[in-house]
Every structure is written in structure tokens, then in C-alpha cells.
């Protein structure tokens, strides 16, 4: 079965950029039936959408970070990968990586529902001097 | 952005019991209504999707429904392993996808 693996630091500067990558394995990155995805958890607290990039390269970010953030996808490598830049403790959390289902909507045409369905085991990053 | 809430925060019931958790989204968002739980130290885990939708392999005890604004949780008859955080999730708009703030199921 597919499983998703976060990979990059877990201790990052201020101001500086976090860089965190998301192996998949089991299955093929290169399909059009998925959306691929970073979620972030606050310590202690719930969960915030970060973005999620497509096959092709299309890319949609939540407008709270669009500004510092940045997804990218390596289909030769069964890849995707996040940067976000000018980080602060603010950005301290466990992020994760996840799969979305794109499943079309029953008697709904050019409907889908998008639900994440495969998620990676977490990584902790503290942003810290 | 559209904001999820959920009632309650947290609620302590025993095993057997059957639970149900609210989830309301600020504007109808039709039945476009995930469901995740989580347990301490671990990954979110997709429950229900659709509103309604049981996810394969997630036991039957657990079912969802609701549409428009007003989503349910309900789990028919706890288990010991049902202890965990339960986040609603909307994918209506993408722009952005939103968290419920969750719900802890602890034990009584």
C-alpha cells in the first residue's frame, strides 16, 4: 500500500527557510487521480492546511502563507517537497504530508470531493537559534 | 475563508456509549465534509469523507451525515480504541481547505 515519509531538518533558525521532503512509495506520484499535500500541527493544538501541489505542477497554497511558501513535485523521484521562507517560532509545529483522493461526486457532474486519505507519520520542526 | 467549529471541545463518556460530535461550517458547504481522528503522537486518520462516506476499512460504528451547514459524527457504541481527537474538515473551497478546531473523546 502507499506510504507517505517526511524527511528534512528538525531544527531550523529564524529567518531562515524550512525545507522538508515527502517520499512516496507503493504508488505512482504521477497520477491525476491524487492532490499532494502538507498539513501542519501546532504543538498542542489543531490542524492547519498548508498547500497541495497536482502532477502536472499546479499549485494552491493557503493565502495566510502564500506569501512564504512554496511546493514543488519531482515525479522522476516519486517526490514532493516544501519551502517556506523567513521563518519565525511561529512556525513550530509537526508537519505532515498527505495524499488526496480526488472521487468524483455521484450525480454531480464536474464535481469531485477531495478528502486526505494517506498521510505520513509527522515530522517535528522546532524553529529555534 | 470559511471557519469550521465543532461542539463540544472535549467530552468524557464510557465504553459503549454512544457518541455524537457537531461539526458547522459559516456557510453551506454541502456535503463537502471529511472526517479525521487522531490519536496522541500519531497522524490523522481519514474516518468519513462525502459527509457520509465511510472510508474503507474504518469500522461500522462510525457514520456521518448532515449537509448544508450542520455535519454529525456519530460513533454507535465506543470502544477503548475510539480515545482520540476528532477533526471535521471542509474541501468545499479550496481556498482554504479548514480544520475544525476538534473534539476530545476521553474516557470516563
Known amino acids: 500500500q502507499v506510504q507517505l515519509q517526511e524527511s528534512g531538518p528538525g531544527l531550523v533558525k529564524p529567518s531562515q527557510t524550512l525545507s522538508l521532503t515527502c517520499t512516496v512509495s507503493?504508488?505512482?506520484?504521477?497520477?491525476?487521480?491524487?492532490?499532494w499535500t502538507w498539513i501542519r500541527q501546532h504543538p498542542g493544538k489543531g490542524l492547519e492546511w498548508i498547500g497541495y501541489?497536482?502532477?502536472?505542477?499546479?499549485?494552491y497554497y493557503n493565502p495566510s502563507l502564500s506569501s512564504r511558501v512554496s511546493i514543488a513535485i519531482d515525479t522522476s523521484k516519486n517526490q514532493f517537497s516544501l519551502k517556506l521562507t523567513s521563518v519565525t517560532a511561529a512556525d513550530t509545529a509537526v508537519y505532515y504530508c498527505?495524499?488526496?483522493?480526488?472521487?468524483?461526486?455521484?450525480?454531480?457532474?464536474?464535481?469531485?470531493?477531495?478528502?486526505?486519505?494517506?498521510w505520513g507519520k509527522g515530522t517535528t520542526v522546532t524553529v529555534s537559534s | 475563508d470559511i471557519q469550521m467549529t465543532q461542539s463540544p471541545s472535549s467530552l468524557s463518556a464510557s465504553v459503549g456509549d454512544r457518541v455524537t460530535i457537531t461539526c458547522r461550517a459559516s456557510?453551506?458547504?454541502?456535503?463537502?465534509l471529511n472526517w479525521y481522528q487522531q490519536k496522541p503522537g500519531k497522524a490523522p486518520e481519514l474516518l468519513i469523507y462525502?459527509?457520509?462516506t465511510l472510508q474503507s476499512g474504518v469500522p461500522s460504528r462510525f457514520s456521518g451525515s448532515g449537509s448544508g451547514t450542520d455535519f454529525t459524527l456519530t460513533i454507535s457504541s465506543l470502544q477503548p480504541e475510539d480515545f482520540a481527537t476528532y477533526y471535521c474538515?471542509?474541501?468545499?473551497?479550496?481556498?482554504?481547505?479548514?480544520f475544525g478546531p476538534g473534539t476530545k473523546v476521553e474516557i470516563k
Open positions: 498527505a495524499r488526496v483522493r480526488i472521487t468524483l461526486v455521484q450525480g454531480v457532474p464536474y464535481s469531485n470531493y477531495y478528502y486526505m486519505d494517506v
Open positions: 507503493g504508488g505512482s506520484i504521477n497520477s491525476g487521480s491524487f492532490f
Open positions: 501541489i497536482y502532477y502536472r505542477g499546479d499549485t
Open positions: 456557510q453551506s458547504i454541502t456535503t463537502y
Open positions: 462525502g459527509a457520509s
Open positions: 474538515q471542509q474541501s468545499y473551497s479550496t481556498h482554504p481547505w479548514t
